[in-house]
């Protein structure tokens, strides 16, 4: 049932939270869904590995932290091995904060764009429906990058793999739109929020200021996965929900919050 949740029509806004798989939420209702202790409740996928195989333990937890992490002997050169962690239960109506830093170096081969870039992608496939050797999931993508020092570069931005999004009610097709946030250069702790209305408005904050909003969340027919998944579901594009993840794109990054709030329903 779970690796079909994410093909489900309009009536899946209300269903996909699996709540009793979920931490206690605290005084404010934040549910934590990374522990501080370990990845148990999250599922890896790496390019060129089966789904649960966590290549040279590329996601790992130190010191309380959740880090994607490039031991140079297994990763020499990047060679394409983009990876993908995804919590376990689907959502639909959230608010998801998360804090995050880049440190260190890129790997050797990774491409110029992946610089102090990585990513959180929500309204995603399931990591089941994955292909081996498919560099990201269908999924909606608030992009996270960080500053080279000199140039400004926003964070919080939009990219669309296999997907479309509507801004004041025109298609946006374009793979990337940047966000109205400020650079962060450095390796400083960064706090971006995702308020998510299942497919009727999405918003990215940066510093608790809105910095990105769109609507009505869809899958791209031009793109081959995302025509497949369309077919799969007999026709509707529009996206209601699905699973989150977090990317690693050849740069190292930590994260040491990653909390969600549900919201009612539409």
């Not at 370990?38 to 060129?48: A, Q, S, Y």
């Not at 804090?99 to 491409?111: D, S």
């Not at 960080?146 to 997907?163: I, K, Y």
């Amino acid at each position: 049932m779970r690796k079909s949740l994410v093909f489900l029509g309009a009536t899946v806004a209300a269903a996909l939270v699996g709540a009793a798989e979920l931490p206690a939420p605290n005084a404010e209702g934040w549910i934590p869904l990374f522990n501080g202790k370990n990845l148990d409740g999250w599922k890896v996928k790496i390019r060129g590995y089966p789904l649960g195989e966590n290549y040279a333990r590329t996601f790992r937890v130190e010191d309380g932290l959740l880090k994607v992490a490039y031991d140079p002997k297994a990763y020499p050169k990047f060679n394409n091995r983009f990876g993908h962690i995804f919590y376990q239960t689907p959502f639909s109506n959230y608010v998801l904060r998360v804090e995050y830093r880049f440190v260190g170096k890129q790997v050797p081969g990774g491409a110029g764009w992946a610089f102090r870039n990585s990513g959180v992608m929500f309204h995603c496939q399931s990591p089941e429906s994955m292909g081996l050797n498919q560099d990201f999931p269908v999924s909606i993508e608030m992009q996270l990058l960080g500053g080279d020092g000199v140039h400004e570069r926003p964070t919080a931005n939009l990219c669309t793999p296999g997907t479309n999004v509507e801004m004041d009610g025109k298609l946006i097709t374009r793979h990337c739109t940047n966000s109205s946030s400020r650079t962060y250069h450095g390796d400083q702790w960064v706090l971006v929020e995702l308020e998510v209305h299942g497919n009727r408005l999405v918003r990215h904050l940066a510093g608790g200021k809105t910095v990105l909003v769109y609507s009505k969340p869809q899958l791209d027919p031009r793109d081959p996965l995302g025509r497949k998944l369309i077919q799969e579901r007999g026709g509707e594009k529009m996206l209601y929900g699905g699973y989150i993840s977090l990317q690693s794109e050849s740069h190292p990054v930590q994260f040491r919050k990653v909390e969600i709030k549900l919201l009612p329903a539409d």
